[in-house]
């Protein structure tokens, strides 16, 4: 069943790998404003520290560390996108080694060397994996002793893909005005659906959507502490066009966290 699973998710990406690198780039909104600057002040990248990208997709983040001082290891299991991300990366091409991995496959994140990397950073993807539980057992294995685990994932309890984002109108002492909020009818047990990561995508790929539980248990079952957590919100401002996360200023729509071995 997972494998069937994590053929479909790499069949997905691999169909609209083309079209998220032209529309993602070097970072998108979410990248740009939450998640990279999250990431980056959890992980408290040194310079000339080797540092393992999960999931790299077309290398965006790989492309950020290489910029920020790091030696990076970056990873995908579509070919698809690592032959994009290669493309796409000019500065820094010394710095980042693509390799095409599994990340489901422990065999294969134990083959990239034992107690190699200093950090390990997995941006928008566990929520892509048909299973997690070999990515958590090969941390330690792949860690430096000191090393930190870094991911982000859309928030489990208000951004999952069965949330829908709500706007009402109500009447504050006269006046009318316009409340953002989100629905959330589904959470407590991980479930498998089908949709759009970006507005306009052509194919729907696949969610597996975990509760914080289900997310966090292997991690902790492998020995790590969570130590790190921010769950950061779009700043007010206005945001034209249709309804979306900018709008919604006290809901993350994602969070981000970091693991350190015991």
């Known amino acids: ?26 970072g998108n909104a979410f990248q740009n404003q939450l ?32 910029s920020l001082g790091a030696r990076v290891v970056a990873v995908d299991f579509s070919q698809q996108f690592l032959e994009l991300a290669r493309k796409r990366t000019v500065e820094n091409a010394e710095r980042i080694e693509y390799r095409l991995l599994d990340a489901t496959d422990e065999e294969q994140l134990k083959a990239l060397g034992h107690q190699r990397f200093d950090a390990i950073v997995c941006t928008m993807a566990m929520m892509d994996m048909a299973t997690i539980e070999p990515l958590a057992r090969s941390l330690p294995k ?9 991911f982000s994932v859309l928030h489990p309890c208000f951004n999952n893909s069965n949330s829908r984002l709500v706007v009402e ?17 589904r959470y407590s047990r991980p479930w498998v659906e089908r949709a759009a990561g970006m507005r306009g995508q052509p194919h729907a790929h696949l969610y597996i959507n975990r509760p914080l539980n289900a997310l966090f248990a292997p991690l902790f079952a492998a020995g790590l502490a969570l130590d790190g957590l921010e769950e950061p919100t779009f700043e007010r401002a206005d945001s034209p066009g249709p309804l979306n996360w900018q709008q919604l200023h006290d809901l993350p729509p994602v969070l981000v966290a970091r693991f350190r071995l015991h």
Do not use: Y
Request: charged content about 25%; hydrophobic content about 45%.
């Open 1 to 26: 069943m997972t494998e069937d699973l994590n053929q479909a998710v790499r069949d997905a990406w691999d169909a609209i790998a083309p079209w998220w690198d032209e529309r993602f780039g070097e």
């Open 35 to 66: 998640i990279g600057p999250a990431t980056e002040r959890l992980l408290s990248l040194q310079p000339e520290e080797i540092v393992l990208d999960v999931a790299c997709g077309n290398g965006a983040f790989a492309r950020r560390l290489a």
């Open 142 to 150: 792949l860690l430096k002793n000191g090393g930190r685990f870094v």
């Open 169 to 185: 109108e109500e009447n504050h002492d006269g006046e009318l005005v316009q409340v953002f909020s989100v629905k959330v009818s």
